[in-house]
Nanobody, 122 residues
Framework: QVQVVESGGGLVQAGGSLRLSCVAS????????MDWYRQVPGKQRELVAS???????NYADSVKGRFTISRGDAKNTVYLQMNSLKAEDTAVYYC????????????????WGQGTQVTVSS
């Protein structure tokens, strides 16, 4: 069984910073891609940033230059450093692990965390 757990959300003033963390645990042999998504009530979940196992990154236009995604030394860990936060960044942030291969499995599966709330006050 694979679990994905986010942490680091909270309340911050506009212009401030937060760092989100995500850890995928279980009998994992590899993870192809790790992502951060966000969702506000009444809107679709949107991709914020992603990083491949090779370190290639991708960002939504709305966060380029302000957010940085990185993977930890333990490859099952991913971070999202969020700087210059704006009120419109307020959302529940979800971590996703794509194509997770566990020991003995030939097929990879996707897993999601439960989300962490980020609130930016203006």
């Amino acid at each position: 069984q694979v679990q994905v757990v986010e942490s680091g959300g909270g309340l911050v003033q506009a212009g401030g910073s937060l760092r989100l963390s995500c850890v995928a645990s279980g009998r994992i042999s590899s993870i192809s891609v790790m992502d951060w998504y966000r969702q506000v009530p009444g809107k679709q979940r949107e991709l914020v940033a992603s990083i491949t196992s090779g370190g290639r990154t991708n960002y939504a236009d709305s966060v380029k230059g302000r957010f940085t995604i990185s993977r930890g030394d333990a490859k099952n860990t991913v971070y999202l450093q969020m700087n210059s936060l704006k009120a419109e960044d307020t959302a529940v942030y979800y971590c996703a692990a794509e194509r997770v291969y566990t020991l003995g499995d030939l097929r990879g599966y996707d897993y999601w965390g439960q989300g962490t709330q980020v609130t930016v006050s203006s």
